[in-house]
């Protein structure tokens, strides 16, 4: 089926992680446990897009920034919601079995105790986006298109 563009909304989603963390020197390295970790989460400023063929004030630009609109609210709600998940996944990794961790002499501390921190990230990361990008597809499903061209006379 062929869709027609007539609004676009664009943003980028981005993380990083800080960790502080307690070490006893042990026979042959390091014994560690995280004593605080830090996510931020980032989303640059979200673009919203609506065809340049429409007059500003029109029906049609009016319905097309409305429903972009609800773009940017599924964006800041999933990023609203995904920040109490990972708080919650991120505290419940630090209190369990990943720690305390091992550390041979001459290894990254950081790197090993970040290492399972790391990879939960990227799986919040991927589960993040998964459902950001399912619920604009239903925001984008064609009776939410279908709306959308009933609020206009003309297209």
């Known amino acids: 089926e062929n869709s027609i563009v007539r609004g676009l909304t664009v943003g980028s ?19 560690v446990i995280p004593k605080e970790v830090v996510i931020n989460l980032m989303w640059s400023p979200v673009n919203v897009f609506v065809e340049n063929k ?18 940017v609210l599924i964006y800041k709600r999933t990023m609203e919601q995904y920040g109490d998940i990972i708080k919650n996944d991120f505290d419940k990794a630090v209190n ?38 399912e619920r604009n597809q239903q925001l984008d499903a064609p009776v939410s298109i279908a709306y959308t061209q009933n609020e206009c006379d003309q297209w």
């Open 13 to 31: 989603f981005s993380s990083d992680m800080e960790t502080r963390y307690m070490m006893s020197e042990v026979s042959g390295g390091y014994c």
């Open 54 to 71: 429409y007059n500003e004030n029109s029906c049609q630009h009016q319905a097309i920034l409305e429903h972009e609109n609800k773009h």
């Open 96 to 133: 369990s079995n990943y720690y305390p961790v091992f550390v041979p002499e001459g290894d990254s501390v950081k790197e090993t105790i970040e290492a399972p921190l790391n990879n939960l990230l990227k799986q919040e990361e991927d589960n993040f986006k998964m459902t950001l990008n």
